[in-house]
């Protein structure tokens, strides 16, 4: 059962689920730059038990709200639903998003990881999630953390960080992670985050390059995005997880458990052929 308020352009349009705590309220306001910037809409979800003529009132406040501040339509939409995060995916495949924009609570345990939860939608999502923890976060976007590795779906962020870098005219931080001490897997990686940020610059736009050295890639990565006040962190989540994988933790997992820094995850395309490099499109 739903109730909606629809708008015609039904793909352009930025998800954001709420149950008005203030880190979901933080990740609404997140939102009017992206849609401005990318002439889009935003949609308010709230998923709910029973119907509760409170809350539906409430949400229509609140996005009334955001109309005035942002500038952009915006609309609401209540979905009755047991299993919040399976609401959230399904109305983002229904109305194909551009993204979801999830404000999660500041403290997460792993305890709270497992099962149906934040990372099990990030995971699943078929489109890009950026998760929102911390309270202060910038209105703009200054420094975007881009970790690659050489894996060729990694290679799909350098385009989503390009977009993003484009809307607000930030700088990208190129960051290559060297957990083995390999040298010939070294050198490729040197020379691929080389490569990338030329193709960076090509582009128009600030880039950087900075080695970090270690296992704990997460720590590694957060740690840099802090002491460079980074507002944005580019992931990618992987589209399948083996059940080890998914009870030890993987690095993007993490990233988001650990992250005050805002972390946008894309989920790798799925392509017959691997061989093909995103730089040589």
């Known amino acids: 059962m739903q109730k909606n308020h629809t708008l015609e352009n039904k793909e352009n349009v930025y998800l954001v689920p709420t149950d008005f705590t203030d880190q979901t309220v933080i990740a609404l306001e997140q939102t009017y730059n992206l849609a401005k910037f990318s002439n889009a809409s935003i949609l308010i979800l709230l998923v709910i038990n029973k119907i509760d003529s409170v809350a539906e009132i409430k949400l229509e406040r ?28 399904n109305v ?8 979801i924009v999830l404000g999660l609570e500041s403290k997460i345990t792993i305890d709270k990881i497992v099962g149906q939860n934040a990372f099990k939608l990030v995971r699943e999502a078929e489109g890009p999630v950026l998760t929102i923890k911390g309270k202060k976060h910038r209105k703009g976007c200054e420094n975007i953390v881009l970790p ?7 290679r799909e962020k350098v385009t989503k ?18 957990a083995s001490k390999k040298e010939e897997k070294e050198n490729k990686l040197m020379a ?8 960076i610059k090509d582009e128009g736009l600030k880039a950087s390059i900075k080695t970090l050295r270690g296992k704990d890639i997460a720590n590694l990565v957060v740690n840099y995005a802090n002491a460079i006040d980074a507002d944005l962190i580019m992931i990618m989540s992987k589209a399948e997880l083996n059940m080890k994988e998914f009870f030890m933790g993987t690095t993007a997992q993490r990233i ?5 820094v805002p972390v946008l995850s894309i989920r790798p395309m799925k392509r017959k052929d691997m061989t093909g490099s995103v730089l040589a499109n």
Not at 164 to 176: D, E, L, N, T
């Open 161 to 178: 960080a390009i977009e993003f870098a484009k809307y607000f005219g930030a700088a990208i931080r190129v960051v290559s992670v060297l």
């Open 148 to 154: 690659l590795d050489l894996t060729k779906e990694t």
């Open 192 to 199: 691929y985050s080389a490569q990338v940020r030329k193709y």
């Open 256 to 260: 988001i458990n650990i992250s005050n």
């Open 92 to 99: 983002a495949k229904e109305r194909n998003v551009k993204m």
């Open 62 to 89: 609140m996005a009334q709200k955001a109309r005035k501040e942002s500038g952009v339509p915006v609309e609401t939409m209540v979905r009755i639903g047991k299993n919040p995060y399976k609401e959230i995916e």
